[in-house]
């Protein structure tokens, strides 16, 4: 029990207006003050199930299946570990194998896993209007296998480095990065997207096990004024998905203010054109947690999670919006010139024994650039952060790889490929470099693997590998995540 948890008399006299008869309020209480049990799922653009439960068998973990979600494990180390080496710390974390997640915070993209899954084309767009740090859009590119597109966008642009950081570490390849309100979406990129997911910003109510001090500002008016922030993105994420799409709405607070009174908003706004899906058959029992419309209300003492609240509905048909905005100013990138073309890509059949990228290659300046495939329709629509993943920079010899190409697609490489050890990955992930236990005669970029995952470039030197990972991703001694 975390007898610290802030948990304000108001707080609960507002939950007594609208718990469900079902459900009790001290065992609601005493959840919120029950530690979370940690929870992460594995990333399988870079790990499968199998691999992972074999590697936790030998580390000597405890893992659970999260029923709902066939990647999610409630993980138990010993104390003593835990202590010694934080799981952000672990090679599975470095090598992006795993993401810590809640596991209540994994049901969202998997309100959206059928359509991915049913999708018969590599060719669609989806759109995570507020990503940042990115637990869900990573889930959701390792659904979507990597392919189609994915317009990840974070208001903040502290939170926005963290995402693109993460994106990094975890192999992801088919993002864009945009930095906007997502209020904006509607006006520029009206019906565009396949299908949504809105995470939005919330009064955070379900996170009090997680942040005991998750409730210190609590009040509410402060539910009201985020609610009507929630409106606005969740109007222009209906402006935005094409008519037949699926839109999710998801929050991690309790308050029907945020919650169903903005899916109301949003059936009200666009009435005729807009269904509810409903989520009772989400997973097995999931109907303990579905409300009488169909969302799911996950309270923390039904599975023993986070609070969170998910919604889906479909688009049925067209909506008139009279307000429609285009970006003005030229689309800065060029396509890479045949020529060079040719050139890099004998250089990574020889370096490396890649065939071939997927995707298209594009230059700006000295810098090449990977977009995926979905990218041409909507690439001039707004301005993003970042286009696919930055594979190069162009020098009067040829290209310099970046660090991106190995993490999204050093697992294409059969020649050039170093497994660090422990040790060696410690050193690299530090940013030094990593020293050899036997003299090479081998020369050129290599590919670093750990855990059997690609994580990063290197350069043969006699005695040791020239450690090539961006400064931008190290502080302090460690890589930049969010645990
Ligand atoms: N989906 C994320 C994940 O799973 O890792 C968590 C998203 S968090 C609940 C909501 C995010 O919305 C925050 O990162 C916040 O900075 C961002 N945000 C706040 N206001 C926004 C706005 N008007 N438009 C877009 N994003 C916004």
Redesign the pocket.
Known sequence: MDKNTYIPEDFIEDVKCYLPEHLNLDDFIDHCQKPLRLSIRVNTLKMSIDEFELEAQKLGWQITPVPWCPEGFWITRSEEEQANLPIGNTALHLSGCIYVQEAS?MLPPLALRSEIENIQTDHYAVL??????????SQLCALMENKGLLVA????SS?LKVLAANMKRMGIANCALSH????IFGDYMYECFDHIQL????SGEGTVRKDASALKNWSIQSNVDISN?QKD?IRSAFLALKPGGSLVYS??TLTPLENQQVCTFLLEEFAGAVEIIPLDNLFENANQATTSEGYLHVWPQIYDSEGFFIAKFKKISSVEHHNQQRKKGAFPFEPFAAKAHQAFSSYLKKQFKIKQLPGTLMQRDKELWLFPEKLEEVQNKIKYARLGIKVGSIHKNGVRLEHELATAFGHLAATNVHALSDKQATEYFQGKDVRLENPTNQTGEVILTLCGAPVGLGKWQKNKIKNNLPRDLIAQGQLITWV
């Not at 995470?199 to 919330?202: L, V």
């Open positions: 915070s995570d209007m507020a990503a940042a740090p990115g637990s869900k859009t966008n974070e208001f903040s939170r906007f309100d997502g209020k995470d939005a910003p919330c922030v993105l929050t991690c």
